[in-house]
């Protein structure tokens, strides 16, 4: 299977992607943490299958709702044991 792509059509790679720069594009006050986000989202298998899917045009709106809004439990989910372990 073939990685995500950009606007460009070029791949992204969850390893060499700007997430400091694109955290820091973002509205919010801890830019930090919305790059650990990030990294996080763009690592993760699930979200990247998703990318998949619709890239593809494979998801109606219910479909691609549903996914995204496992995905982001399940990443909020994780992030919050890893902020209890610290």
Avoid: C
């Amino acid at each position: 299977m073939s990685e995500p792509t950009g606007p460009e059509g070029r791949d992204i790679d969850p390893e060499t992607f700007p997430y400091d720069e694109v955290a820091a594009s973002l509205p919010t006050d801890d830019p930090e943490r919305a790059a650990d986000g990030l990294k996080a989202l763009m690592q993760d298998p699930a979200f990247r299958q998703l990318v998949r899917q619709i890239q593809a045009g494979e998801l109606n709106d219910d479909e691609l709702r549903d996914e995204a809004t496992s995905i982001a439990h399940d990443l909020a989910a994780r992030q919050e044991l890893r902020r209890d372990e610290q």
